[in-house]
């Protein structure tokens, strides 16, 4: 029996399916879960109105939302729409289950300073994460051309976790690095993904995650390491 030569292999022989199968999937949940989006709306508000706000409880808040944020796109978008065509994302589904645990014993369990940052800099915190999620979404509807298929925070993995990562900055980079680890993974996941699939456009996406997640592993949230 000869070996198999897996140099002849590309990431497309490993696929199941094409992108406009994988493009639908983002049309088929949002037509599932119709009205149900405005939930994901209002969690996108509250994020954003608790960064503002920054203190003890608020950072508690925003983490909790988080974590909810990933239960809903694991269970829902991986693991019911998304796995079942691609192995892998299931996986993924499951570790998104995880993170969300970890971000609510966190939220529940770290002692918490209550100092919070000047006021010019949580409104510059919460209205830079609220445009950032709501235009993100849109990358999606400008691939396919269909407004129905709107990738919105808390429902497409992608959104969540470009969502997440600038969130998870409240957390000491002792313990940060815990929770960076899935959003490191995912966005090379996503990114060969896409890439293999074609869609350019949305590409952009897990690639900016990638880089801002090996930013965040550094980055200090004590002003005198790093000022604003």
Same mark, same amino acid.
């Given at each position: ?29 949002? +037509? ?66 995880? +993170?969300?645990?970890? @971000? ?34 849109? @990358? ?89």
């Amino acid at each position: 029996m000869t070996g198999v030569d897996w140099f002849s292999y590309s990431l497309s022989d490993f696929l199941m399916f094409g992108p406009e199968v994988f493009l639908r999937l983002f049309v088929r949940i949002n +037509q599932d879960f119709w009205p149900w989006q405005g939930v994901a709306v209002v969690m996108m508000l509250l994020i954003a109105g608790f960064l503002v706000r920054g203190d003890k409880l608020a950072k508690r808040a925003v983490l909790l939302l988080l974590a909810a944020a990933w239960l809903w796109s694991g269970a829902g978008f991986l693991l019911e729409y998304y796995g079942p065509i691609n192995l892998p994302a299931t996986w993924f589904g499951w570790g998104f289950i995880l +993170q969300a645990a970890l @971000l609510t014993v966190a939220a529940l369990v770290w002692p918490w300073d209550g100092n919070a940052a000047r006021p010019a800099r949580r409104w510059r915190a919460g209205t830079g994460w609220l445009a950032m999620t709501g235009l993100l979404p849109l @990358l999606m509807v400008a691939q396919t051309g269909n407004w129905q298929a709107i990738a919105l925070f808390g429902i497409a993995p992608g959104v969540t976790v470009a969502a997440s990562v600038p969130c998870l900055l409240l957390l000491p980079r002792r313990v940060r690095w815990l929770f960076l680890l899935l959003p490191l993974l995912w966005s090379v996941f996503s990114a060969a993904t896409l890439w293999t699939l074609g869609t350019r456009l949305v590409f952009v996406l897990p690639v900016a995650t990638l880089t801002l997640t090996l930013v965040s592993f550094w980055f200090s949230p004590r002003p005198a390491q790093s000022p604003d």
